[in-house]
T-cell receptor
Framework: QKEVEQDPGPLSVPEGAIVSLNCTYS??????FMWYRQYSRKGPELLMY????GNKEDGRFTAQVDKSSKYISLFIRDSQPSDSATYLC???????????FGTGTLLAVQP | GAGVSQSPSNKVTEKGKDVELRCDPI?????LYWYRQSLGQGLEFLIY????????KSGLPSDRFSAERTGGSVSTLTIQRTQQEDSAVYLC?????????????FGSGTQLSVL
């Protein structure tokens, strides 16, 4: 079993839609949860960061962590074509100093 | 530039050849990471350098892979006797001190194709 599971998509939505991206993880020791966005032929860039359970909002983006079910989500409101990218969840914690990434979900927002 | 720089951006090699991939992190960043990204596999951790500490090599897939970081700055990832399954994008990232709440800054990667 992978430590982080993420549906690879692709996910195609019309402009203005609400997008929900999700990951599950297996190790309850993980305490830090991130979402990275990766445009084609570029490296990932940090989009959202949360510690422990709860919600965090930044503009059109909301990150949600439910540690009881080991489930993390990213919501994008009023999606734009410029949001088209691969979204990778990542977790950190336990005994090792490295981020563990999901496989990434490819999102396409159609104008 | 102020970002993480990787070279070359693309590398095509023949099976069995050795390759060297270079990463120039952001100045002042003490932590440096190498990841590999294959289609449908996400980012796979390879190796982590933190200051003068011994590197965490736990992600290197075989003894054909090695990496070094000279002078706490530039890093080179070497793959010996390349195989077709080594074809992937190799990404380097750096952060200020390697802490849990730190943002990783990624380079654009080296696309390696082994024929």
């Amino acid at each position: 079993q992978k430590e982080v599971e993420q549906d690879p998509g692709p996910l195609s939505v019309p402009e203005g839609a609400i997008v929900s991206l999700n990951c599950t993880y297996s190790n309850s020791a993980f305490q830090y949860f991130m979402w990275y966005r990766q445009y084609s032929r570029k490296g990932p860039e940090l989009l959202m960061y949360t510690y422990s359970s709860g919600n965090k909002e930044d503009g059109r983006f909301t990150a949600q962590v439910d540690k009881s079910s080991k489930y993390i989500s990213l919501f994008i409101r009023d999606s734009q074509p410029s949001d088209s990218a691969t979204y990778l969840c990542a977790v950190y914690g336990g005994a090792t100093n490295k981020l563990i990434f999901g496989t990434g979900t490819l999102l396409a927002v159609q104008p | 530039g102020a970002g993480v720089s990787q070279s070359p951006s693309n590398k095509v090699t023949e099976k069995g050849k050795d390759v060297e991939l270079r990463c120039d992190p952001i100045s002042g960043h003490t932590a440096l990471y190498w990841y590999r990204q294959s289609l449908g596999q996400g980012l796979e951790f390879l190796i982590y350098f933190q200051g003068n500490s011994a590197p965490d090599k736990s992600g290197l897939p075989s003894d054909r892979f090695s990496a070094e970081r000279t002078g706490g700055s530039v890093s080179t990832l070497t793959i010996q006797r390349t195989q077709q399954e080594d074809s992937a994008v190799y990404l380097c990232a750096s952060s200020f001190a390697g802490g849990a709440n730190e943002k990783l800054f990624f380079g654009s990667g080296t696309q390696l194709s082994v024929l």
